[in-house]
C-alpha cells in the first residue's frame, strides 16, 4: 500500500457533526456517535427545502426565532446525546430576503464526558441526498473517536420526500430551490454553527466519507479558517473548471467493467440468471414488469442494481443471494413463469428513491461549476453502448453488465417517486450558471493538515482523479489502499479513522 505524507498536526478530543438538515414537515434525523465528538453531518440535501418553507424568522409574537435552541442530554448504550436545533438562511447570498430553515444537530459523547471540554469533529455524510444512521451504540469508527473527541451528530434530519417536494408546484421555483443544496451551502451551514457553537468560535476537525469529502475539500477551498484538520474517506472531488462529469464517468466505466467481471467470476452461475431475466423483462408487455410502487423494471432497470451491489463490502454477496430468489417456484404444472415478489420488492429497497430522491435530481450537479452537465452519464453511456445494451448481451450470450453510480433520465419515467421531478431534474441538467465549489488557488497554498484514506478499486471515487486533485492540495497525506472498498469507513471498525488520525498526529510518521 502507498501512502503520501504531509506534515503532521497533533489533535485533541474530536467532534464530529451528522449536520442533516431538518424538515419541521417530517424530522426523522440520523444522530452520529461518539465519546464528546460532535459531529455534524451536513446534508442540507435533504431537509432543507422543506423547512425553509415552513419556518419564518418571527414566532406567533412577533418575536425573532432563536437562532439556537439546546435540548437536554438523554442516553443510549454508552454514550449520551443532546440535540440542538438552528435557524440558519436558505440562501446566504441574500440573507435579508432569504427563508430560514432549520439544521438539526446531535452532540453525542461518552457517558460521563457530558461537561469536559473537548473539540469538535464534524462529520460530513456521503450522499447527495442521505442522512446518516441514528447512533443506537457506542461502535464503529464512533467509539474509536470517542477516546478523543466529543462528537455532535445531527439526527432529526430527513431526507426531501417525493410527496413533501410536491408542495412546490412549479418546475422552474423547484429546480431554483434545490440548488442551494450543494457543497457551498453545505460549508455555510457548517461555519454557521462553528460560529455559535464551538467556544471561542475555534476551528474544529472535519471527517468527510465519500460525497461528505467533496464538501470538505471545498471547505478547505472556502473557509479553511474553520478548520483544524480534515479526513477525507473515499472523497476527494474533480476539481476542474466546467462540469466534470464527463470526466468522471469516462473513468468510472472502466472501472464498473472491472468490478463485472470480478463480480461473475464469483458467481459465475448469475450469468445466465441475469440474463433470464432480461430476457423476460424485455419480452414482457411495455418492456418490463410492474414494481410494488407503481414504477416498471426493465432491462435497463435491472442494471442499475450495480450501484449498490458493485462497489461495497459484502455487495456481491448480497447480489448473488437476490438472484438466488429471482423466481417464484412453480406450483402447479404449466403455471407461467414470473418474477417473484421478494425479488422486486428487494430491487426496491435497494434502489431507495422512495426515501431519498434527492440523489437522483442533484446528482450530476455536485459536479457542476459554471457548465450545465446535460445528463452526463447518459451521454458517456452511449459511447459504452456496445459492452452496456443489456437485451443484445442476453441475446448473444453475454454476461449482462452493471451500470455504477450514475443515474439517467429514463429513470424520471421508470421509478414512479421519481415521476413528479423529471421537469425539475430536466432544468437542473440544463442549468449552466452554477456557481464555483473549488478554489484551486486556495487549495495550492492549503495550510490545514489533510490525510485521505483512497481506496485503488474505489468504484465511485476513481483512483486516476483522485491522484489528479491531491497534486493540487497543499500538504496533503494519502493513504492508499485495496483493503477496504469504498465503504472501509463504516467496515473497518475504528481502523480507518485511527490510521488517519496517526498521519495527523505523528504517529504515522513521514518516511
Request: glycine share 8%; aromatic share 12%.
Amino acid at each position: 500500500m502507498l501512502k503520501i505524507h504531509a506534515p503532521p498536526n497533533l489533535i485533541k478530543p474530536l467532534l464530529s457533526f451528522d449536520l442533516s438538515f431538518l424538515s419541521s414537515i417530517s424530522a426523522t434525523l440520523s444522530p452520529l456517535q461518539s465519546a464528546r465528538l460532535h459531529s455534524f453531518r451536513l446534508r442540507r440535501t435533504s431537509i432543507r427545502a422543506l423547512v425553509a418553507m415552513s419556518i419564518p424568522k418571527f414566532d406567533s409574537t412577533g418575536q425573532s426565532m432563536p437562532e439556537h435552541v439546546a435540548g437536554n442530554w438523554y442516553s443510549v448504550p454508552g454514550l449520551r446525546l443532546r440535540d440542538h436545533r438552528f435557524m440558519v438562511p436558505l440562501d446566504y447570498k441574500n440573507r435579508e430576503d432569504s427563508s430560514n430553515i432549520s439544521i438539526f444537530a446531535r452532540e453525542i459523547v461518552a457517558v460521563g464526558k457530558e461537561e469536559q471540554p473537548m473539540p469538535y469533529l464534524l462529520y460530513l455524510q456521503g450522499g447527495p441526498g442521505f442522512e446518516c444512521p441514528r447512533p443506537t451504540e457506542a461502535s464503529g469508527w464512533i467509539l474509536q473517536a470517542c477516546e478523543e473527541f466529543r462528537v455532535r451528530g445531527t439526527g432529526l434530519s430527513t431526507p426531501l420526500t417525493p410527496s413533501s417536494m410536491q408542495q412546490i408546484k412549479s418546475a422552474q421555483k423547484l429546480a431554483d430551490y434545490l440548488t442551494h443544496f450543494r457543497a457551498d451551502s453545505i460549508v455555510n451551514d457548517a461555519e454557521f454553527i462553528r460560529v455559535r457553537l464551538v467556544p471561542e468560535a475555534r476551528p474544529w476537525t472535519v471527517l468527510g466519507q465519500s460525497y461528505g469529502g467533496f464538501c470538505g475539500v471545498t471547505y478547505l477551498s472556502f473557509a479553511p479558517q474553520g478548520l483544524k484538520q480534515v479526513l477525507l474517506t473515499g472523497g476527494i472531488p474533480p476539481i476542474g473548471d466546467g462540469c466534470t462529469a464527463d470526466s468522471v464517468y469516462r473513468a468510472c466505466f472502466e472501472q464498473i467493467i472491472h468490478q463485472n467481471e470480478k463480480y461473475y467470476k464469483r458467481f459465475p452461475q448469475d450469468i445466465e440468471i441475469v440474463q433470464d431475466i432480461v430476457t423476460f423483462l424485455a419480452e414482457s408487455e411495455a418492456g418490463g414488469v410492474p414494481l410494488p410502487s407503481g414504477g416498471i423494471l426493465t432491462p435497463r432497470g435491472l442494471q442499475f442494481l450495480g450501484l449498490s451491489g458493485l462497489g461495497s463490502s459484502a455487495g456481491f454477496e448480497r447480489l448473488h443471494y437476490m438472484f438466488e430468489r429471482a423466481w417464484d417456484p412453480i406450483l402447479v404444472p404449466g403455471a407461467p413463469k414470473q418474477i417473484s415478489s421478494y425479488f422486486l420488492n428487494t430491487y426496491e429497497n435497494w434502489v431507495s428513491f422512495d426515501t431519498n430522491p434527492l440523489y437522483a435530481i442533484l446528482h450530476e450537479s455536485i459536479y457542476c461549476q459554471g457548465a450545465s452537465s446535460r445528463w452526463s452519464a447518459h451521454r458517456v453511456r452511449a459511447d459504452h453502448e456496445s459492452k452496456f445494451d443489456a437485451i443484445k448481451a442476453a441475446k448473444e450470450g453475454r454476461p449482462v453488465l452493471f451500470t455504477g453510480e450514475m443515474i439517467f433520465p429514463w429513470m424520471f419515467d421508470e421509478v414512479k417517486a421519481l415521476r413528479p421531478f423529471k421537469e425539475a431534474t430536466q432544468l437542473l441538467a440544463e442549468k449552466e450558471d452554477w456557481p464555483p465549489l473549488y478554489d484551486v488557488s486556495a487549495l495550492k497554498n492549503n495550510k490545514v493538515p489533510v490525510a485521505a484514506a483512497v481506496y485503488y478499486e474505489d468504484m465511485y471515487v476513481n483512483f486516476k482523479l483522485v491522484k489528479e486533485t491531491a497534486s493540487q492540495i497543499a500538504g496533503i497525506r494519502l493513504w492508499i489502499t485495496n483493503e477496504y472498498m469504498h465503504s472501509g469507513l463504516r467496515d473497518g471498525g475504528g481502523q480507518v479513522f485511527d490510521h488517519l488520525m496517526g498521519m495527523l498526529n505523528g504517529k504515522k510518521p513521514l518516511f
